[in-house]
């Protein structure tokens, strides 16, 4: 059976990106596979962040997860640090993936841009290692992501044939990545020509925002020059993020948005989004509260980590002894 899975890092609330680009697809893939959703926890500490922050923002994705659909029965739902074999693993897979391949990794050279040399932790450099580990302990078949995050499976993918060659075909799982057709980056409302980020709010629709403040932010999201409706990532960012956002929550093709908002004007089309936007949120938002206050991701979490960990076994045991570390329980 195909093997999914998919993590987010808990390191801020929730955009309106996490929510299109990862989270709204979850409940999909427990149709197309086994599925396994955790919480990267500790790809969350390469950045400083405060520990009551860290600890909230994993109460709060975990109810997210539910809250998006997903049934723990089918899907596999655990805290990273809790299995502690991807810190294992990350141990043996750091000696397979060298300095020049990871210095040149987009992620680390935005997040490190305005950092001093001094300030720059092993961790968000060694990043990838940690990521590649997550992905193959679970010998996944298929990683969906975001745009920005198929060089890390890209180069796990190195890692994977690097690996296989030295040790034997079957040492480790050869993964893929998934991108949407639409969606796949969604950018700020205040500038379309950057990422929607949790660690970057300016111009962000957090998934905790209340509907009239949701509603605010989009009709001043910065449009364009001129009044026309049409898809121009170039010239046209503005109106082409909201119509991506539009297409999206609507699972229709761009093509569909911009037909259907044919001779609308800036304002009255921007009133629309919002409403689709609020439309979708709306129950969401309702759905966490609901989890998260009757603290019912707990046992979740529990029972997803000792599932996890039991397959994740499997695999550390068999890279430990592709790579040569004894067994003293053989
Ligand atoms: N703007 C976005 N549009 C579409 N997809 C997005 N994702 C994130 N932002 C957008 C997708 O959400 C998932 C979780 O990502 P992550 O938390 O592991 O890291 P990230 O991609 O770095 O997300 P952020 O929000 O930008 O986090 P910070 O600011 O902490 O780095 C991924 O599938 C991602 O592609």
Redesign the pocket.
């Known amino acids: 059976m195909t093997r999914i899975l998919?993590?987010?890092?808990p390191?801020?609330n929730l955009?309106l990106?996490?929510y299109?680009?990862?989270l709204k697809h979850f409940k999909d893939f427990q149709e197309q596979g086994e599925v396994f959703i955790f919480i990267?926890d500790l790809h969350a500490l390469t950045l400083p962040i405060d520990p009551e922050v860290l600890r909230q923002n994993t109460r709060d994705l975990a109810a997210f997860y539910l809250a998006s659909g997903l049934d723990p029965e089918k899907t596999t739902i655990f805290v990273q640090s809790a299995v502690p074999q991807h810190a294992e693993l990350n141990a043996i897979l750091q000696n397979y993936l060298y300095m020049g391949e990871l210095s040149r990794m987009t992620q680390f050279k935005e997040k490190s841009a305005h950092m001093k040399d001094s300030a720059i932790g092993l961790g968000l450099f060694a990043y990838p290692v940690l990521m590649a580990s997550d992905i193959v302990l679970y010998d996944a078949d298929i990683v969906p992501?975001?745009e920005?995050?198929v060089q890390h499976v890209e180069i796990t993918r190195d890692l994977v044939n690097r690996m296989n060659k030295r040790y034997g075909e079957k040492t480790l799982v050869l993964p893929n990545y998934k991108i949407n057709k639409v969606?796949?980056?969604?950018m700020s409302l205040s500038d379309p020509t950057v990422?929607?980020?949790?660690?970057?709010p300016k111009g962000d629709i957090f998934l905790k925002d209340p509907v009239e403040v949701i509603r605010k932010k989009i009709m001043s999201a910065v449009t364009d020059s001129g009044s026309e409706i049409y898809y121009d990532k170039e010239n046209k960012p503005g109106v082409s993020n909201l119509l991506t956002i539009y297409a999206s929550l609507k699972e229709i093709s761009i093509e569909e948005a911009v037909a259907h908002f044919q001779g609308y004007r800036y304002g009255d089309f921007k009133k629309e989004i919002a409403q689709t936007v609020i439309d979708e949120l709306e129950p969401f938002q309702k759905r966490y509260q609901e989890i998260l206050a009757s603290g019912s991701y707990l046992e979740v979490l529990r029972k997803g980590a000792k599932k996890a960990s039991q397959i994740a076994e499997k695999t550390l045991k068999r890279v430990q002894n592709a790579v040569g570390l004894l067994d003293t329980d053989e």
């Open positions: 998919s993590g987010i890092k390191t801020g955009t990106g996490n299109i680009g990862a990267a992501v975001g920005d995050q969606g796949a980056r969604i990422k929607m980020s949790k660690s970057d």
